[in-house]
Each structure stands twice: as C-alpha cells, then as structure tokens.
C-alpha cells in the first residue's frame, strides 16, 4: 500500500506568517490528493481536492499544489481560526490513506 | 442540503459487535459512495473502507478486511458500518464521509468498548 507522509507533526507560527505543510506519498498518485482540516472538537472538512482545487466557501489563503509524489499546503496568512491540524489524503486508488497530520498553532 | 446524520453513541464489552448508521439526505443517494473513518482518543484519522451505493461493492482497508461489513439501504438513503470481535483499542468516534475525497461528514458516532 502507498503511505502517505505529513511534515511537519506540529508547527507554531505567528498571526499573519505563510505556513506550509507537506505530504509526501510513497509512490506516484498524479493529483488525488485532498487536505482536510479540523479544528478542536469538531468534524473534519474538506479544504482542497485534486491537490489544488479549492472547495466551496474555503478562504483563498489555503493553496494546494503539487502532484506525483510531493504535495504542499500553504497558508499564506495565518489566521486564528486556522488553529487545527490538517490531514493529507490519497484517493486515487484504495485503501485511500490519510498521513499522520500536521497540527498548527499559533506563537 | 447534504446531511449525513449518524446513529448514537455505543457502549460495548469487549468481543461484542457494533452496528453504527449513516441516514443520507439532500442528494441522489445512488450517485456517490461512502467511507468510513475513524478517530480514536487523541489520534489522526483512519480510513476503514468504501462502499457504492450504486451496487454495494465495497474496499475494506487491510485491518478491518475480517471484522467489519458495509451495507447499505437505498430505499432509506442509509448506510451501516458493523465491526465484530470489538476490544477496547476500538474505541474511537466513527464518521461516514460521502465521496472521495470525502466532501461531506457525518457528526461522528462514539463508540467505546470497556468491560
């Protein structure tokens, strides 16, 4: 099976700074590739599919990009409410994999 | 609008079984499949398995390929997740997520085993 590799586990950055999470798959997966998100005590959603499509009603400082084997998410002003850890997950063939998450705070 | 709502909370012994449902609303059920996924206490998020409402087919993740079964009921719209042979490292909150990638959460259903 493809494993799926998040880095950083956890990161803390300051309001206003570009954060960036990358999630690595073991083996080529084109542009299957969605982010998650989900803050504490709640559901998660879906931030981006395709690896750079983002949903509906996500705010334009999330960008995905990447495909293949290498893939980025990039906060580029980090927000308060943007608290949370963030998944990567595989889905162009089964078992669609999450990575390990990427939990993110704030200084 | 979309809804996916999930059944109870559920307490177990260890080596019961659990049936956990997903009643769908808001969209042409036969359209997309469903996943599981679950969330034990403090940890990432795991795939269980997909099954198409179309036909019922299903992909189960190699650790619970021999202790759950998918299922669903298109004349209700719903979708079950039943796990056998439970111990307490399957207490987790257990979600049904439409589509891949997953656009649409159910609200999680608890599930703890304890003796």
């Known amino acids: 099976d493809i494993q799926m590799t998040q880095s950083p586990s956890s990161l803390s950055a300051s309001v206003g700074d570009r954060v960036t999470i990358t999630c690595r798959a073991s083996?080529?997966?084109?542009?299957?590739l969605a982010w998650y998100q989900q803050r504490p005590g709640t559901v998660p959603s879906l931030l981006i599919s395709?690896?750079?499509t983002l949903h509906s009603g996500v705010p334009s400082r999330f960008r995905g990009s990447g495909s293949g084997t290498n893939f980025t998410l990039t906060i580029t002003s980090l927000q308060p409410e943007d608290i949370a850890t963030y998944y990567c997950?595989?889905?162009?063939?089964?078992?669609?994999?999450f990575g390990q998450g990427t939990k993110v705070g704030v200084k | 609008q979309v809804q996916l709502v999930q059944s109870g909370p559920e307490l177990k012994r260890p080596g019961a079984s659990v049936r956990v449902s997903c009643r769908t609303s808001g969209y042409s059920f036969l359209t997309y499949g469903l996943s599981w996924v679950r969330q034990a206490p403090g940890q990432g998020l795991e795939w269980m398995g997909w099954i198409s409402a179309y036909d019922g087919k299903t992909h189960y993740a190699q650790n619970f390929q021999d202790r759950v079964t998918m299922t669903t009921d298109t004349s209700t719209a719903t979708v079950y997740m039943e796990m056998r042979t439970l111990t307490s490292d399957d207490t987790a909150l257990y979600y049904c997520v439409r589509g891949g990638p997953g656009d649409y959460w159910g609200q999680g259903t608890q599930v703890t085993v304890a003796s």
């Open positions: 997950q595989k889905y162009d063939s089964v078992p669609w994999t």
């Open positions: 395709a690896a750079s």
């Open positions: 083996q080529g997966i084109a542009n299957s």
